[in-house]
C-alpha cells in the first residue's frame, strides 16, 4: 500500500479505470451506435478480430434487450470501463418502465446468444441493468 522516504509515507496510487458513457434514444436505429463504439473501443485495446466480433455481438443482443417492449420511448445508456486487463460494460434502460420489462423469450435468447461471447454476463430485472465484462 504505503512506503516510507525520507519520513514521507506516500500511497502507490493505481490509475483510475478510463470511463465511456453513451447514452442513446431507445430506438432500433441507434443500437448501431453502441456496436460501433464497442467495436472502436475493442480495437483499441488490442482485441483480436474474433474479440471483437463477440463483444459486438453481445452488446448488440444487449442493446436489443434493453429496447423491449418495442416502440417505448426512453434512453439506453451504456457505460464502459477500461480496466488493465478487462473491460465492463454497464447498460440500463429507462424505456418501458410502466411494463414489464422482457419475457422469458427474450431472457433465454440473451444468455444463449451472449453466454459464448463475454467472461460475465449479469441481468438485474428490476433495475433493467445488463452487466458485461469480457477479460482479455
Sequence with gaps: ????SRGWTTARSTPAPDVIRLVLPAEPDYGRIARIAASSLAL???????????LRIAVDETVILLLRPEGDAGQIT??????PHSLSIDATTTA???????????LSRFTEIVGDTVDVHEIDEAARHVHLVKRY
Design 1 to 4: 500500500c504505503c512506503s516510507t
Design 44 to 54: 483499441r485495446l488490442g482485441l483480436t478480430f474474433a474479440e471483437i466480433e463477440d
Design 78 to 83: 451504456l457505460e464502459f470501463t477500461v480496466e
Design 96 to 106: 418501458g418502465t410502466a411494463q414489464h420489462w422482457f419475457d422469458a423469450g427474450a
